[in-house]
């Protein structure tokens, strides 16, 4: 039986970035990028002024005071998207606006608040420091810079800086597309009438929302039926995608056909049954151009072998360097027990405190009870070899799945300000 890390490393070994494609900017968020981005100029492209004043010579306020301010002459009028008409000499100012580009001549700029003014004549009444209130040219990008990295994921922050450098088109890895299939037959569909004797499938969504959540295209193959036959049919549609994602009918029982029929369909099981808790009847296999990743039907265990499996190897699938979903520290708050052997992935509610996350169980942890991944916020990774984690001993929470908003933004004190 491999160990959790032995089964990543044999997926991982079988998968790689799938193609790249090109597209635009407005649907590149979540995507990986395929190519480098440089800067193609400066930004700003000139030294500009950050605020709305009076561009002037610092030698020319440098005494200035409320009761002695430096009066001068204003001879221009430079707005955003603008151009100085006249250059700044000794003892006059430019009116100028955020953004825009700071005359020659002018090595400061006032803002308006401490000024007072005319049409023609500006009072400045405080001085600021020399070279104050001018964003230099270059201060945000310097032409030339690597600025995005192959393998980068692209964030809002990440597409906001393609269009400073007026990309409107990138390269990324394409996304996987996935075939979802669930196996029983027990199993009705979400569009069945519901029968008190049957389970609705709820591992297709399940499976589909993480595959989603992960920027990859699930396909909904619906429900195959415990047979060999029904399998069969199933199966080798969902062996035309990128990867198939089957839940059910992989274990010991005697209608557990999954394994036997992908034999038939030459697919090479890689191997069968992780150490981990739940969902250790966990199989994965190769085909000719695919995967296949036969995950035990429970939903808990259909989950957790998503997040351990499936998430690594999407993403690498997906081009991105990293793969594994985060872990933090925590301090557990209460007393665990477990049985040793496996690795055991036990749902988890995280608090923040002072001195850092505190861990805590929501409960019951069955295999079947879907709703404990509901109010998990992470898993909680309770050791093979482990048959006891004491009260606040600090332990290893796996979160992203879940990792949640919070109720109160826990800004620090703040007051109301005046304007000024
Ligand atoms: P199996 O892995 O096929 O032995 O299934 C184990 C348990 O998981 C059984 O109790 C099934 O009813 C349940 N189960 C299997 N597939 C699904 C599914 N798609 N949705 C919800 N529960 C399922
Ligand atoms: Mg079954």
């Not at 400045?124 to 070279?131: D, E, I, N």
């Not at 929302?209 to 080798?236: F, N």
């Not at 998990?376 to 001993?393: C, H, M, W, Y």
Request: net charge neutral; aromatic share 4%.
């Amino acid at each position: 039986m491999k160990t959790v890390k032995e089964a990543q490393d044999i997926i991982l070994k079988n998968v790689s970035a799938l193609g790249t494609e090109k597209v635009r900017i407005t649907g590149a968020l979540g995507r990986i990028l395929a190519e480098k981005v440089f800067a193609n100029r400066d930004h700003p492209p000139f030294d500009s002024s950050a605020m709305d004043g009076y561009a002037v010579r610092f030698e020319d306020v440098k005494g200035a005071t409320r009761g002695n301010p430096a009066a001068l002459e204003i001879i221009d009028d430079i707005k955003a998207g603008g151009e100085p008409k006249r250059s700044v000499e000794k003892g006059v100012a430019s009116r100028i606006m955020t953004g825009a580009p700071v005359p020659k001549g002018a090595d400061t700029v006032v803002r308006v608040e401490d000024t007072d003014s005319s049409k023609d004549k500006v009072k400045v009444l405080v001085p600021p420091r020399k070279g104050s209130n001018i964003r230099p040219m270059g201060e945000n990008l310097k032409a030339g810079d690597l600025l995005l990295d192959e393998g980068d994921e692209l964030g809002p922050a990440h597409i906001g800086t393609l269009a400073m450098v007026k990309k409107k088109e990138v390269m990324v890895y394409r996304r996987p597309r996935v075939a979802v299939l669930s196996t029983g037959d027990e199993l009705e569909g979400i569009d069945e009438p519901l029968d008190p004797k049957k389970i609705p499938d709820a591992n297709s969504y399940t499976v589909m929302a993480e595959l989603e959540s992960l920027g990859a295209e699930p396909v909904l193959l619906g429900i195959a039926r415990d047979t060999r036959e029904a399998l069969e049919e199933k199966l080798r549609e969902g062996l035309k995608y990128d990867a198939l994602v089957i839940s059910g009918g992989v274990a010991v029982g005697q209608y557990d056909f999954v394994r036997p029929v992908l034999k038939d369909l030459k697919i090479d099981i890689r191997f069968w049954r992780v150490a981990l808790r739940p969902g250790h009847p966990f199989a994965f296999g190769t085909g000719e151009k695919n995967v296949i990743f036969a995950l035990p039907g429970n939903p808990v265990s259909t989950m957790v072998c998503c997040e351990e499996f499936i998430v690594p190897a999407v993403r690498k699938m997906m081009g991105a360097k990293r793969l594994f979903r985060r872990t933090i520290k925590a301090g557990l708050k209460e007393k665990v027990k477990d049985k040793k052997g496996r690795t055991h992935f036990m749902r988890a509610l995280l608090e923040g405190s002072p001195s850092g996350y505190s861990a805590r169980l929501p409960g019951e942890q069955g295999s079947g009870i879907l709703m404990s991944m509901v109010k998990a916020d992470g898993l909680l990774i309770v050791p093979q070899e482990s048959e006891e984690l004491k009260e606040n001993a600090v332990v290893t929470v796996q979160v992203g799945f879940g990792f949640p908003f919070q109720e109160e933004p826990n800004l620090p004190e703040e007051k109301s300000v005046e304007d000024e």
